[in-house]
């Protein structure tokens, strides 16, 4: 009966995304097991911003009260997304070069893929285990995360939440999304509401391997996943009732989305893009900054592109803009209205602040080279950059993803040196701190490790987010 429950908790959302992901890309054929990756995202997102506007209404939580609002906007979205779908052949996902002699598969590359399947299934099938075997245990999930979920889950509200310490002014989209899990089950469990957090790595995992199929190949799109979960850091996040991992699923899934858009300059991946950034900003405070990287990125994505005209430029900014900042307002124009406590970030200018240098520049590599957080990813990606530098102002989905990694950086860098913060970047108090930021972005290394190194020209075939009309041979 808790698995029926689970999948039925885990459905509800699901098929809420599943419907938006139709009418948002109901001009794209794209494959199942990327549209269901991405409903994931879509429906934990609009499913906890539901449950927030429920409270506005004073109505109390229950699973009628969610739940069949939800799948009543689902097939209406569904029946809508069916009478204005018209397939235009300008967005069909289908192959655009041959196979390569090097994409023929041998035995050897069969025993590769294999070995990397089983790798990667057995990180996944550990993270699920430990989900929902290990109860919650670590500091701030018992402190903030579940501990508001139960509160939510026993009272039917928000009960109290501007009073309630600590950090009552941080997003609800965890916090609601486990009360959700909880009433479904019609019990609280410190272990099953932690189904939410393996289900955004398998969704991630699938969106990053059809990511790096669209540019490479199938062997090297499965050895970049094997490298994302290689990562002890994100392994353990992927387990416990933390906002860091949701975060990365939801900034790094809309980087992906934005660089597939760049190449095949279909506007549903921009909007679904925004619906991410959205979205991440109610998962975590560092979301809403994130926001302006992305917007940052796809600018200089746009300049980019030399043949496209101004105002076409605009039009497509706002495309991914507009729901992005408008899903970022809600969550704070309530807290505005509710007079939530805001957490303060002092500025700290001076000329003084550059003999902070030093000690950030320790703080970043002692996480990301020695502290066994993440393999040796950053490693390679060191040798990446310097073995291929000449190949980054030729593969631009590379030389993107590049300048993305940077401004996440240049944002620590700066609140490290300039602000209050570099006490939990650099300073007494970033034991954990600083690995949990890296983790936000942490995905793009390997992502860039992957392009870098992939041995034959990338070729950009959107086939691979439909695998029925991918014919090549491999």
């Not at 609601?176 to 969704?203: F, R």
Request: hydrophobic fraction near 55%; charged fraction near 15%; proline fraction near 4%.
């Amino acid at each position: 009966m808790i698995l029926i429950g689970l999948a039925a908790a885990i459905a509800v959302p699901m098929i809420t995304g599943f419907a938006l992901s139709l009418l948002i890309m109901r001009q794209c054929t794209i494959g199942k097991s990327f549209r269901l990756a991405l409903a994931y995202g879509l429906g934990m997102g609009v499913l906890a911003h539901w449950m927030l506007f429920l409270d506005i209404l004073k109505i109390k939580f229950s699973v009628i009260g969610i739940g069949v609002p939800l799948l009543v906007f689902s097939a209406v979205i569904i029946i809508i997304a069916g009478l204005l779908r018209r397939r235009d052949p300008s967005f069909a996902m289908t192959d655009e070069k041959p196979a390569t002699p090097s994409e023929v598969s041998t035995y050897l590359d069969s025993a590769i893929s294999i070995a990397l399947c089983f790798y990667i299934a057995y990180y996944l099938f550990y993270i699920f285990w430990r989900a929902i075997n290990v109860p919650v245990e670590a500091w701030d999930s018992l402190s903030s995360v579940a501990f508001k979920a139960k509160v939510f889950f026993y009272e039917g509200w928000l009960y109290h939440l501007k009073d309630m310490p600590p950090h009552p002014s941080y997003p609800l989209q965890l916090p609601l999304s486990m009360t959700w899990i909880a009433l479904v089950l019609g019990k609280w469990s410190d272990q099953y509401i932690q189904i939410i957090y393996p289900c955004a790595t398998l969704s991630f995992v699938v969106i990053a391997y059809f990511f790096l199929k669209t540019f490479t190949g199938r062997r090297w799109a499965l050895f970049g996943v094997a490298m994302i979960l290689s990562s002890n850091e994100l392994v353990h996040h992927s387990a416990i009732a933390y906002r860091d991992q949701f975060l990365m699923y939801y900034t790094v899934t809309a980087i992906m989305l934005i660089i597939l858009w760049s190449f095949k300059d279909d506007d549903a991946l921009l909007l679904t893009a925004g619906f991410f950034a959205g979205f991440g900003s109610f998962t975590k405070l560092e979301g809403t900054p994130y926001i302006v990287i992305l917007a940052f990125t796809l600018a200089f994505i746009l300049r980019h592109k030399k043949e496209t005209p101004v105002k076409e430029k605009i039009i497509k900014f706002l495309k991914f803009s507009i729901p992005a900042f408008l899903i970022c307002s809600v969550f704070h124009i309530y807290k505005i209205a509710g007079g939530f406590p805001e957490r303060e970030n002092a500025l700290e200018l001076g000329i003084g602040n550059l003999s902070r240098i030093p000690a950030i520049f320790s703080s970043f590599w002692t996480d990301l080279f020695i502290s066994g957080n993440w393999n040796i990813i950053w490693f390679l990606l060191v040798i990446s950059l310097a073995v291929n530098i000449g190949k980054i102002g030729k593969r631009l989905e590379a030389k993107y993803l590049l300048f993305a990694l940077a401004m996440f950086f240049g944002l620590y860098f700066g609140l490290s040196c300039f602000t209050s913060e570099f006490v939990w970047i650099a300073g007494e108090k970033s034991s954990t701190t600083i690995s949990r930021l890296i983790l936000h972005f942490f995905p793009l290394a390997p992502l860039l490790i992957v392009l870098l190194n992939y041995p034959e020209a990338s070729r950009v075939s959107m086939s691979s987010l439909n695998p029925k009309k991918d014919t090549r041979t491999r």
